[in-house]
T-cell receptor, first 112, second 111 residues
Framework: DTAVSQTPKYLVTQMGNDKSIKCEQNLGHDTMYWYKQDSKKFLKIMFS???????INETVPNRFSPKSPDKAHLNLHINSLELGDSAVYFCASSQDPGGDYTFGSGTRLTVV | GDSVVQTEGQVLPSEGDSLIVNCSYE??????LFWYVQYPGEGPQLHLKAMKANDKGRNKGFEAMYRKETTSFHLEKDSVQESDSAVYFCALIDQGGKLIFGQGTELSVKP
């Protein structure tokens, strides 16, 4: 029974397209996050939601828009994809901000 | 802002060697400190943690001591195994609840 699940696992798309990544957690956690891992494996937070409310919004291009329909789901929509958006995107959750994080297995996005 | 530094990008011990992976942090507060481990094709997973100064986190033979005086949280193990091979991330939680990671250290244990 997967705790934090992301779909799709792989996404290959052309520059300029719009794509979405979905995330669901069944842990009953109140807080969810999106992280980006670059080619050097550096992990950086992008967004955080607590009970469907945006609480962290790092310096991310506004082509990236998170949406949380309920506290178990946090989706990431990306408009006008660029080559530099190629990375692995991880969804995570925690009981509250600052609690232990549980990560999904990632979505590898490749923009060609 | 808060930051975490890991000085080694890769370490290549042989099976049975001892291990130290360095981690230093900068912060104006007293955060909880973590080591996360990432295996190929997976997300990071919590490996061990320490909540306050002089606490020691332990898991699967690994240890890390929260040292406030040297702002360090080095990961140590007496005898590494091939199955320990993975990428290890040191991290802290900042005041806003963000998990801030170091650059990661790839551990590749030679059989």
């Amino acid at each position: 029974d997967t705790a934090v699940s992301q779909t799709p696992k792989y996404l290959v798309t052309q520059m300029g397209n719009d794509k979405s990544i979905k995330c669901e957690q069944n842990l009953g956690h109140d807080t969810m996050y999106w992280y980006k891992q670059d080619s050097k494996k550096f992990l950086k937070i992008m967004f955080s939601y607590n009970n469907k409310e945006l609480i962290i919004n790092e310096t991310v291009p506004n082509r990236f828009s998170p949406k949380s329909p309920d506290k178990a789901h946090l989706n990431l929509h990306i408009n006008s994809l660029e080559l530099g958006d190629s990375a692995v995107y991880f969804c995570a959750s925690s009981q509250d901000p600052g609690g232990d994080y549980t990560f999904g297995s990632g979505t590898r996005l490749t923009v060609v | 802002g808060d930051s975490v530094v890991q000085t080694e990008g890769q370490v290549l011990p042989s099976e049975g060697d001892s291990l130290i992976v360095n981690c230093s942090y900068e912060t104006t507060q007293y955060p909880s400190l973590f080591w996360y481990v990432q295996y190929p094709g997976e997300g990071p997973q919590l490996h061990l943690k320490a909540m306050k100064a002089n606490d020691k986190g332990r898991n699967k033979g690994f240890e890390a001591m929260y040292r406030k005086e040297t702002t360090s949280f080095h990961l140590e193990k007496d005898s590494v195994q091939e199955s320990d091979s993975a990428v290890y991330f040191c991290a802290l939680i900042d005041q806003g609840g963000k998990l801030i990671f170091g650059q990661g250290t790839e551990l590749s244990v030679k059989p």
